[in-house]
C-alpha cells in the first residue's frame, strides 16, 4: 500500500545534540513538508520542497534543516540551535500544482528533548 | 495570506449531524478550502475541498457560502470515532507552490 511512513515515532534527546527525523512517501508524490505541532496548537510549516534538490523556508524554519536527495525521501534535522525542540512533528506530502486530495500526512514523531 | 476562524469546541450528539463552521473572509478567489481532522497523536487526515461548489464525499458534505467567506463542514450522522480537532484550512498559492495555513481547529466530541 502506497503511503508516508515517519520514524521513529518516539525521540528522545539530550540538549546540545543534533537530531534527524525520517520521512519517507511511496505515492510519488513530487511535494514534500514538515510541520511542527505544539500542544493544542495548530500546523507550523518548517520546510517545504516541491522538486529534488530544492526546498523552502517554511515559517519557523530556524533551528532546522532538510535535505531532499531523493523524491521519496525528505529527512528534517533539529539542530542544537533549535531553543524549544520538544514538539509533534509532522511530514506531509503532495501532489505539486493540482489540487487533488491534498495532503497525505505520516503518523509523526515525538521529539522530547531531556 | 488568507486566514481562517474556527469555534474551538463544539459537543455533538451520537448519530445527529454535526456542522462544523468556519470563517475565511480573507480568501482569495483561487485559493481553495480545505478540510481536515486529527484524532490525538496522529496526523491529520483530509476529509474533504472545495472552492466555490458545494462538494459530497463518502466522509462529509461541504457548503460554501456564495460570497466564499465561510464554509459549514456537516458530517450527515457522527459517531463517537469522529471525536477529533478539525481543521478548516485555506490552501494559499505563493507562485506556483501550494501552502496550507493551519488554525487551531475546532475539537468535536460526540457524546454518546
Known amino acids: 500500500d502506497g503511503g508516508i511512513t515517519q520514524s521513529p515515532k518516539y525521540l528522545f534527546r539530550k540538549e546540545g545534540q543534533n537530531v534527524t527525523l525520517s520521512c519517507e512517501q511511496n505515492l510519488n508524490h513530487d511535494a514534500m513538508y514538515w510541520y511542527r505541532q505544539d500542544p493544542g496548537q495548530g500546523l507550523r510549516l518548517i520546510y517545504y520542497?516541491?522538486?529534488?534538490?530544492?526546498?523552502q523556508k517554511g515559517d519557523i524554519a530556524e533551528g532546522y534543516s532538510v535535505s531532499r536527495e531523493k523524491k521519496e525521501s525528505f529527512p528534517l534535522t533539529v539542530t542544537s540551535a533549535q531553543k524549544n525542540p520538544t514538539a509533534f512533528y509532522l511530514c506531509?506530502?503532495?501532489?505539486?500544482?493540482?489540487?487533488?486530495?491534498?495532503?497525505?500526512f505520516g503518523s509523526g514523531t515525538r521529539l522530547t528533548v531531556v | 495570506d488568507a486566514k481562517t476562524t474556527q469555534p474551538p469546541s463544539m459537543d455533538c450528539a451520537e448519530g445527529r449531524a454535526a456542522n462544523l463552521p468556519c470563517n475565511h473572509s480573507?480568501?482569495?478567489?483561487?485559493?481553495?478550502v480545505y478540510w481536515y481532522r486529527q484524532i490525538h497523536s496522529q496526523g491529520p487526515q483530509y476529509i474533504i475541498h472545495?472552492?466555490?461548489n458545494n462538494e459530497t464525499n463518502e466522509m462529509a458534505s461541504l457548503i460554501i457560502t456564495e460570497d466564499r467567506k465561510s464554509s459549514t463542514l456537516i458530517l450527515p450522522h457522527a459517531t463517537l470515532r469522529d471525536t477529533a480537532v478539525y481543521y478548516c484550512?485555506?490552501?494559499?498559492?505563493?507562485?506556483?507552490?501550494?501552502?496550507?495555513?493551519f488554525g487551531t481547529g475546532t475539537r468535536l466530541k460526540v457524546l454518546a
Open positions: 472545495g472552492l466555490k
Open positions: 520542497s516541491q522538486i529534488v534538490n530544492d526546498f
Open positions: 480573507t480568501i482569495s478567489g483561487n485559493e481553495y
Open positions: 484550512i485555506v490552501r494559499v498559492d505563493t507562485s506556483g507552490t501550494y501552502k496550507y495555513i
Open positions: 506531509a506530502s503532495s501532489f505539486s500544482l493540482q489540487g487533488g486530495y491534498g495532503y497525505t
